[in-house]
């Protein structure tokens, strides 16, 4: 008999239940301690699993208590949110992903993994996979951006990147896919609301990238806390137990997010806390998280006859294989048992301000104002980010401290020693207090460029942090349009750098700045790294992971939206477009400008025809016209020009990278199969149709600035025309 059955058949039920009970822990002056119990519960086995504790000790501490003074000794398993790092902090995961480089992806994740694993954690609730396409929503900031491929190369990175080679071993930690399934999708952009979307919205938008964590072993999932068309994803037995098990194969631990099965009551689907347990077992959910449903509500709930002792030993079953795959029975020491080298910490340091580069993408350079000439020996700095160490960590900053991440006014000290640098917030972040407006004002006069740092605060971005207004909080708009003033009597260069966890609707600032970055969140090496790039030490080569609008009005606003019946045309007024703006982004989704100028030329398919088992390359020239050596990302879209179910106008099929020196020349190379042409037919199966598909690739999605080739789908056999 195998240890995960010999201990179920030895386990008492208040043993069982605890196993399928998560509780958060803090960090009090006397050491951790357990929220609303006491360790008492882990000997006793009535706790399993915790969160929010970190530091070996401490970690270790509450390990011996449940390995060495429970009746069973089974070990505790450990998580947090290690969301984008640790303690060194890389760039917010929007950030991050508008960097288009899976390796990179893969090295944060697996940076963090083992910054937190020598931490003494053994789980991160992470990646967060939500596709969304509302920047209303605070936790856009969390996610892959808008587009479902790009989710699902984010997705198997940092399920890579976190789990290692093996994990078992001390440097790897389960990772915990989040939130499934369409919480990017509340209605009005508002957090915890309903979500009401199609079926095919939500099999060809946000299922894909959860589909791709499971292909790449994830080894925990987590439902989202909201309803998806009427019924609460903590209950959904249809999509977690019937699809996410039955038909994707997930054998892993499902977790319920923080006081989830609870609030099936307030949701209007469960009567009572034993009511809400039994419909959150039966569809699948493991490890009740916070809501204490399955310890006090499943006992009630046997009593009653509405569950049985064989469904709690099916989750108890995945929760300890889950421990014994993590080598927690037979090392539940091993993680935080070596520091971390000095070395180690410098190279993680070193990589947060490799990542935070070419996460920075740059919006606007007018005149070629950057990079900063190196004659400049006079600079202004200002605004309330501009030295902000604390906001620079972004949302979820896990365990990192408040202090130690490189501002703005510091990396540009240290990247222009030799200048003077004039620092002043002139406003704060949120407030309406104007008194500091002089002394910005004041540090204009005689530089030779200005760096103007705005945006978001920190919290302003992630869970419960929606907005309804995404234009610059509190006075900073007044700051901002006083230093255009200034800076327009003495012809300076007014360089602008926003810092936000969504896109920011300020069309205004983009027509009256001489450059512009979405900076986002960048982490512990934010200064730095935004340093290195406006002395031209490196070139930014980040695009943006999701569309831009120029009104509030335009959202969600995304470049894979269906084709209309009546197409704009400025010649009709009975055809799809606003009174009051265009229907253009202020951005489309890829955007982002470089050092260099691009060219791309000579589009080229390998084949003219392909069936669903053969691959096409697609290859196209770039030559960089400009004068400093840069980096092109290139885009690989497809659109299906007649098909049974009408089909997005571009659909993104992969993506890939050029670095080239001035006048330099290169071609890059795409690989496409014929089962990543296939679409959901009208049954909402996968459906290989043959026909005519239009092939399309460049710097983002303006169709304006795109190369197309077409290609034949043919099917040698009717068997060939419906395939998984």
């Known amino acids: 008999m195998s240890r995960v059955e010999s201990l179920i058949g030895r386990m008492t039920l208040p043993e069982k239940l605890g196993q399928l009970t998560m509780t958060a822990c803090g960090q009090a002056v006397t050491g951790p301690t357990i929220a609303g119990d006491s360790t008492a519960a882990i000997k006793s086995g009535a706790i399993g699993n915790l969160l929010n504790i970190v530091g070996a000790e401490n970690v270790h501490e509450m390990q011996r208590l449940a390995v060495k003074e429970s009746r069973l000794g089974i070990p505790l398993l450990i998580g947090y949110d290690v969301i984008h790092g640790h303690r060194i902090l890389f760039p917010i995961p929007l950030g991050e992903a508008a960097s288009f480089d899976p390796e990179a992806w893969e090295l944060t994740a697996r940076e963090s993994a083992k910054e937190a694993a020598a931490d003494g954690l053994a789980m991160t609730f992470s990646p967060m996979l939500d596709v969304a396409r509302d920047p209303r929503w605070g936790r856009s900031a969390e996610g892959p951006g808008e587009d479902p491929l790009v989710g699902a190369r984010i997705a198997e990175a940092k399920v890579r990147g976190y789990q290692g080679a093996l994990l078992s071993h001390a440097d790897s930690l389960a990772a915990c896919a989040k939130h499934y399934c369409a919480y990017g999708s509340v209605t009005a952009g508002r957090d915890y609301a309903p979500v009401d979307i199609s079926e095919r919205t939500l099999h060809e938008v946000h299922m894909v990238p959860f589909a791709a964590a499971i292909s790449a072993g994830v080894a925990a999932m987590m439902p989202a806390f909201t309803d998806l068309n009427g019924v609460p994803m903590t209950a959904n037995k249809a999509l977690l137990r019937d699809w996410l098990r039955g038909r994707l194969g997930f054998d892993g631990v499902i977790i319920s997010d923080y006081n989830a099965i609870a609030e099936l009551i307030r949701h209007g689907i469960a009567a009572d806390l034993p009511e809400a347990a039994v419909l959150a077992l039966k569809a699948g959910v493991d490890i009740d998280m916070m809501a204490d449903a399955y310890r006090h509500g499943l006992p009630v709930a046997l009593r009653r006859g509405t569950v049985s002792v064989a469904e709690i030993d099916e989750s108890v079953r995945r929760v300890l294989i889950l421990k014994e795959r993590l080598g927690l029975f037979d090392d539940p020491y091993g993680r935080g048992r070596t520091r971390e080298s000095a070395a180690a910490l410098t190279n993680r340091r070193q990589v947060a301000r490799s990542i935070a580069t070419r996460s920075i993408v740059m919006l606007k350079n007018a005149g070629d104002t950057l990079p900063l000439a190196g004659s400049v020996r006079r600079v202004a700095v200002l605004g309330p980010l ?287 199969r014929g089962a990543d042409l296939r679409f959901l037919g009208l049954d909402l199966e996968p459906l290989f149709e043959p026909g005519e598909v239009e092939i399309l690739v460049g710097p983002c999605a303006d169709r304006a600035q795109l190369l197309a080739a077409s290609i034949q789908l043919v099917a040698s056999c009717p068997c060939e025309l419906k395939a998984l």
């Open 386 to 672: 501009a030295d902000a160490s604390a906001e620079m960590r972004g949302v979820w900053w896990g365990a990192a401290a408040p202090e130690g991440h490189v501002t703005v006014l510091a990396g540009l000290r240290a990247a222009l020693p030799h200048a003077e640098i004039l620092h002043a917030e002139g406003v704060g972040i949120e407030t309406a207090d104007l008194s500091g407006l002089p002394t910005a004002l004041a540090h204009c006069t005689g530089a030779d460029a200005i760096i103007l740092c705005v945006g978001e605060a920190a919290a302003m971005s992630g869970e419960a942090s929606s907005r309804a207004h995404l234009g610059l909080p509190g006075s900073q708009r007044r700051l901002a349009e006083a230093v255009f003033e200034q800076a327009q009597r003495t012809s300076t260069p007014v360089i602008v750098i926003i810092f936000s966890g969504r896109p920011l609707v300020v069309p205004w600032l983009m027509e009256r700045a001489g450059a512009v970055f979405a900076a986002w969140f960048l982490g512990s090496e934010a200064g730095n790294a935004l340093a290195d790039v406006l002395t031209g030490r490196h070139s930014p080569s980040g695009r943006t992971p999701v569309t831009w609008p120029r009104a509030l009005g335009q959202v969600p606003i995304f470049f894979s939206e269906r084709p209309s019946g009546r197409p704009f045309d400025s010649n009709d007024r009975f055809t799809s477009k606003y009174l009051d703006v265009a229907n253009e982004p202020l951005f489309p989704f890829g955007f982002g400008l470089t050092y260099g100028r691009f060219e791309l030329s000579n589009l080229r398919l390998s084949s003219g025809a392909i069936g669903i088992d053969d691959a096409l390359t697609v290859q196209v020239d770039v030559t960089n016209r400009g004068a400093r050596e840069a980096q092109e990302t290139v885009f690989l879209f497809a659109h299906d020009k007649l098909a049974s179910v009408s089909r997005p106008k571009l659909e993104l099929k992969g993506f890939g990278k050029i670095s080239l020196p001035p006048g330099g020349m290169g071609t890059v190379t795409l690989s496409l």
